[in-house]
């Protein structure tokens, strides 16, 4: 038997439950199923708001994903782009840098999406998105430095802009981060003997007459009165439109003072999913009722966020994700195909300190009991025995001690840096995908074509533009004749430079073009 080649794309609900479900559904002789994601864990992101404020430990929502699908491939790439009539994923260079084409017999597409802060002027550059483990752990470092910087802060109006603190988008993910941030925000104020608790202001800002639009007149409207009652502004009707450093600025013209700005919305399309040339609605892909994608029947099956199969939520990717795999069974196998229809549990909302809304089992709960429902589902959602019982440790250290108030620094990697490399060693081949910019500080290069020297280079000279210029694989290989110190600049850095300084482009590209017609000094 031909063993078939399964790629799924993605690693959140809808791509790991595929990848659990085709474990069980085909034998190993059957298919290999490979799973492509540039971080190697799966995030439990609903309870990512207790990350934030500290309820649970960081890595208490993450489960590596080779425990969790053991006969999966796992790539941990980001996907450069997808091939639909090669039937070929192209996955972005790593550590090597070298793109790498992944074919497949199916497709499961489940890439979810982003935070599309397009239209919206300063809010990339200043607002802080809310969907990943990295999203939480720089939010609260944010806060705790706010905190830490007010303080001691003597100027008044600075003082105010550091401790407000704005939340836009009032659905679930939005409510559920403002609540546990005020909560955050009272606990941790009486640690800091010189910040009052009526000096922090809090601000959810949402667009509709009501916040929680998910969920039933009654519920949403209990919602808004305990987090008013809880010290939390509300700006209904309104929507965050632009920002700058100091200012969330809304429709209309207000503007909030605060250097702790965070967006839930809108959500957009991955880039990726953008460049597919396919049938979509609304930016999301075009399904059937069996969750193929429209025009690719057979082939190529799209879940979660990027699709139209459902609502963005964690049970229906998980659901959609069964009938995906047993799908793909019956085209592999032969077979009758499942349409898939899923109507919803329920809906759970937490507001924090001991309450949430929920409507289950066609009742309505409200306050402590939905708190203690809301747990307890996702507690036994939560994938891994280990995981469930770090959590449940979690909230019971919660109860009996205060605040963690650890504020853990992580500086960004530098895109422009300096390397070092000795005698002979190999910096770039020919063939490799163009990543970075390289300026030598010390020492000297040979440029090699075919495994003949076409040039020597040394300090003050610099190579690699060609590639990024041109979008092109490396004409040449470069490799050192001597220890030699190099400054790198980043492609992402070196994008942004020709984009704000025209003539850096245009005198880059003239010395570009006359170095590729000198066979001496070729930049590869």
Not at 452 to 466: I, K, P, T, V, W
């Amino acid at each position: 038997m031909d063993r078939k080649r399964v790629v799924i794309v993605g690693g959140g609900f809808a791509g790991i439950y595929a990848a659990r479900y085709l474990e069980k559904l085909l034998r190993p002789t059957e298919a290999d199923i490979c799973l492509v994601n540039r971080e190697n864990y799966f995030v439990f992101q609903p309870l990512l708001p207790e990350v934030l404020s500290g309820s649970i430990g960081l890595l208490d929502t993450v489960s590596p994903i080779r425990r969790l699908c053991p006969r999966t491939r796992l790539f941990m790439r980001e996907v450069e782009r997808i091939d639909l009539a090669r039937r070929m994923v192209v996955l972005a260079p790593s550590l090597r840098p070298r793109s790498m084409e992944l074919p497949y017999d199916f497709l499961v597409v489940a890439a979810g999406s982003l935070t599309d802060f397009s239209g919206m002027p300063g809010m990339a550059e200043h607002a802080m998105p809310f969907r990943t483990l990295g999203d939480a752990l720089r939010l609260r470092n944010r806060v705790l430095e706010a905190l830490e910087e007010a303080a001691n802060e003597t100027d008044p109006e600075f003082r105010r802009r550091l401790l407000s603190f704005v939340v836009a988008g009032g659905g679930f993910s939005g409510v559920e981060v403002m609540a546990e941030l005020n909560d955050f925000l009272a606990r941790a104020a009486r640690h800091f003997g010189y910040i009052r608790r009526d000096e922090i202001r809090c601000v959810l800002v949402h667009s509709g007459e009501r916040i929680l639009p998910e969920m039933s007149p009654p519920l949403a409207e209990y919602a808004q009165r305990l987090l008013l009652k809880r010290g939390v502004e509300l700006r209904l009707k309104s929507r965050v439109v632009s920002a700058t450093a100091d200012s969330a600025i809304l429709k209309g013209g207000e503007a909030i003072p605060t250097r702790t700005l965070v967006s839930t919305v809108p959500s957009g399309a991955v880039p990726v999913v953008q460049a597919l040339d396919c049938a979509k609605e609304k930016g999301r892909l075009l399904t059937n009722a069996h969750l193929e994608l429209q025009g690719y029947e057979g082939v190529v099956w799209a879940l979660g966020d990027c699709a139209t199969a459902g609502p963005p939520t964690a049970q229906h990717a998980t659901r959609e994700a069964q009938v995906a795999a047993a799908n793909i069974r019956a085209a592999m196998r032969g077979g009758p195909k499942t349409a898939f229809a899923f109507p919803g549990l329920g809906k759970l909302g937490s507001l924090g300190h001991h309450s949430a809304v929920a409507e289950a089992f066609g009742m309505r709960f409200s306050g402590m009991p939905a708190w203690f429902l809301w747990r307890g589902v996702y507690l036994m959602k939560m994938p891994g025995l280990d995981r469930k019982i770090r959590v449940g440790l979690d909230w019971l250290t919660a109860l009996l001690f205060p605040t963690d108030l650890v504020q853990l620094r992580i500086q960004p990697s530098g895109n422009i840096a300096n390397e070092h490399f000795e005698a002979g060693e190999t910096i770039f081949e020919e063939g490799d995908v163009g990543d970075k910019l390289y300026v030598i500080r010390k020492g000297e290069v040979e440029v090699l074509r075919g495994g003949a020297r076409l040039a020597l280079l040394g300090a003050g000279d610099y190579f690699g533009e060609m590639a990024l210029l041109s979008s092109a694989p490396r004409n040449a290989t470069v490799r050192t004749t001597q220890a030699t110190d190099i400054l790198t600049v980043n492609k992402g850095d070196f994008t942004k430079l020709l984009a704000g300084f025209p003539e850096f482009h245009s005198g880059l590209a003239d010395l570009a073009s006359r170095r590729g017609g000198d066979a001496r000094r070729p930049a590869g």
